[in-house]
């Protein structure tokens, strides 16, 4: 398979180094070299010239090379996993599932996309009206570290697939995984600028956003790092999607059964060692729920192996950086001034942090008002499952909330109430390729996955024959 390929070059210049470490073992893994503001340039301008090759490509070749993708993925599940393990601390097992969970993205949209994007007939006046679903350009996409190849595969499986070219900022820590996903669409035929990964300083994100040759952006990340991508681009009236922070709450009516979601309880709130946007934060127990809820919730934590990341029987891995750890335990303790009640846990060593349950937690308290981005668990009282919503929609983000309960109707009521993007009925919130995904309030806006997904970055154009 041939494309044409355009380049153009100026002058390098150097600029400044930086280096991944080993959360586990504080050694230094990665040692990686930005690009200047003058490669930059090269990239940016051969990214433009390349995307109007890239948009009239077919879109059958398209479903066919992001299907490649995921076989790459496949064939690499072993080494990309052991990346994401060495540069950020995830456990081996939860690794490997986020490579095979990139994978079926992949698949997806193969399976998918034509539908999708198939022109839409509208009956109107005209001999022929129809909307068409053309390519934006070039996309900018700023993503974090806790899911570092899961993060960037949900925004570019569609987002190429659709005929857009992609260029990503990772976080600076998992910079290894940055250019193994650059690896990826290379060896699955992709031309190398339909798909960048720029090793640039934060400072040079605004003159990409800027730039004139990138039609829109996305980021996933905190609300200070959307809010400000969002007003840059706000200026240069370029789309964005953000998918920000989340403080999700887990209510437990009277009548849930214990025995099936104290485990789901567990793994949502301590999966990827709770650094997850969408881990459950807030437990919001009715009743005498907070008495029954609590102490079965403890035991199944203890059950838990914390340890070296790289051994499939561990749990319970490092925290990505020491920094993070800190932040966190400034939090519980601020919270514990306030009157909240360590139960479980509460220790900090460098960047592990002991799985840990706090409660009498109460709107105020940091454990309450902010996203806790780490393995703590906050009990709440409620009175009903009224004060549960209310409870629920006390906070300032709204990514997504689970409820737990043996009567769908009460579910499917509480669902249309609460004004996150998701409900979740006894089951933790989680992103699945078949759903849109995203949030409201500070949480961010717009979708990803899906239908919806693949529609953020294109022009729905109309087409009118007379």
Known sequence: MKFKIYKVNFMKKTCMKI??????????????????????????????????SWRDVSLEVRCELIRKAGQVLRDNIDRYGRMITDEMGKPISESRSEIEKCAWVCDYYADNAKVFLKDKRIETDASKSLVRYDPLGVVFAVMPWNFPFWQVFRFAAPT????????????????????????????????EEVFQSLIVDHDLAEEIIGSEYVQAVTLTGSEGAGSSVAAIAGKQLKKTVLELGGSNSFVVCEDADLEKIVKTAVQARMQNCGQSCIAAKRFILIGSMYEKFIPRFINELKKLKTGNPLLDETDIGPM?????????????????????????????????????VIAEVQPGMPAFDEETFGPLASMIKATSLEHALELSEMSKFGLGVTICTTDENVAMDFAGRVSDGACFVNELVKSDPRLPFGGTKKSGY??????????????RKTVYVK
């Open 446 to 459: 717009g979708r990803e996955l899906s239908k919806d997904g693949i529609m953020e970055f294109v022009n």
């Open 320 to 356: 990505a950086r020491e920094d993070l750890a800190e932040t966190l335990e400034k939090q519980m303790n601020k919270s514990v001034e306030k009157g909240a009640v360590i139960l479980h846990g509460g220790k900090r060593e460098e960047c592990f942090f002991e799985p840990t």
């Open 160 to 191: 190429l697939t659709a005929g857009n070219v992609g260029l990503i900022k990772h976080a600076s820590n998992v910079t290894g995984c940055s250019l193994l996903i650059e690896e990826v669409f290379k060896e699955a035929g992709y031309p």
């Open 19 to 52: 280096y991944s470490k080993n959360p586990y073992t504080g050694v230094a893994i990665g040692e990686y070299e930005t690009i200047s503001s003058y490669e930059l340039k090269d990239r940016l301008r051969n990214a433009s010239l390349a995307g109007k």
